[in-house]
């Protein structure tokens, strides 16, 4: 079958043989791959020493191929998407619900890599992060289970609850690539009065097209940093309320800039990070774009997997909003 893999910096499609279902878990024929930004992230920094260990591609749909497990939800055939680490729900972080600093979720993933024709998915995945999507989505729509997640997860560490009234609450994102955008339809879902801000006048445009503007005048309960770039750090200064929260939600090449020691001081800021989804933010994420309540149709440009390479430089130069690799 074929797979990407990195090497020597490069991404090569190479034949790899089809993984082999010897214990509990399935196998998956993906249909498609989303590219996210830690992909880049991980191209763009990977080295000869550490490449070999790089997983390509996490944000999958497929159908199930071959099934070996308990869980009576899932049978061959079934379209599916899902998430690629899982936690052990006993140690020290797991039980702070700091789960994506688990040990065990750091080391989970599919096998061999998102970008491939088949992976293989264990008993845990199927338990936690594998989710039936309505067929109504198209295959790239489904595909934003994860990335969606990882935005919910953000919006729950900000302190907002789904099942409660945010109305009064407004929040700013700052940063409006395809997550900037995700989690501004994410905080819409939880009924926050979000905005966008991005000096892209094209990303700037297509987030009012979706319904989110941008007031200059205005201070922000919560800002979230979903761009970069360090010198958002500033924006969001700017714009937070005093008392307020910044959710960083990206990491940026120059890390030296930082975070004003008084000013979070003496305005009493609380600068919180968010990184990863939780299996609960999964399930919710699959519940929002089943029943339509978050919409992330027409985001997504399509790729075939011989053109991974060239949706990787379409998305450095930022040429594309979203890469879909369609396998």
Do not use: W
């Amino acid at each position: 079958m074929k797979s990407a893999k990195l090497i020597n910096g490069k991404i090569e499609i190479i034949q790899t043989p089809k993984p082999i279902l010897a214990s509990k878990g399935a196998i998956i024929k993906v249909l498609g791959c989303g590219l996210c930004g830690s992909d880049l992230v991980k191209i763009k920094h990977a080295t000869k020493e550490n490449e070999s260990k790089i997983v390509l591609g996490h944000e999958v749909v497929g159908v199930i191929d071959e099934i070996n497990c308990d869980i009576k939800d899932f049978k061959v055939g079934d379209i599916v998407a899902l998430g690629h680490h899982y936690p052990c729900f006993n140690c020290e972080y797991c039980k702070n619900e700091s789960y994506s600093m688990c040990r065990t979720f750091k080391n989970s993933n599919i096998f061999p890599s998102g970008f491939s024709e088949y992976i293989r998915v264990d008993e845990n995945h199927l338990k936690y992060t594998v989710f039936k999507m309505d067929e109504h989505l198209n295959n790239d729509e489904k595909a934003f289970l994860e990335p969606l997640s990882c935005c919910l997860r953000a919006v729950k560490r900000a302190g907002f609850e789904y099942s409660k009234d945010n109305s009064k609450y407004s929040a700013l994102v700052i940063g409006l690539g395809s997550i900037g955008l995700l989690m501004l339809k994410g905080l819409k879902a939880f009924g926050v009065d979000a905005y966008g801000f991005d000096i892209s006048q094209e990303r700037t445009q297509l987030a009012q097209k979706h319904g989110f503007n941008f007031i200059q005048d205005k201070k922000y309960h919560v800002v979230f940093l979903t761009a970069g770039n360090s010198k958002a750090i500033k924006t969001a200064l700017d714009y937070v309320i005093d008392g307020g929260k910044i959710i960083v939600f990206s990491s940026v090449q120059d890390d030296l800039s930082g975070f004003s020691n008084n000013e979070i001081y003496y305005r009493e800021l609380s600068v919180i990070a968010s990184y990863s989804p939780s299996m609960d933010d999964i399930k919710l994420s699959a519940e929002l774009l089943n029943n339509g309540l978050v919409q992330v149709d027409n985001l997504s440009t399509h790729y075939s997997l011989d053109n991974l390479s060239k949706a990787v430089n379409d998305s450095f130069v930022g040429k594309i909003f979203k890469a879909y690799i369609q396998i």
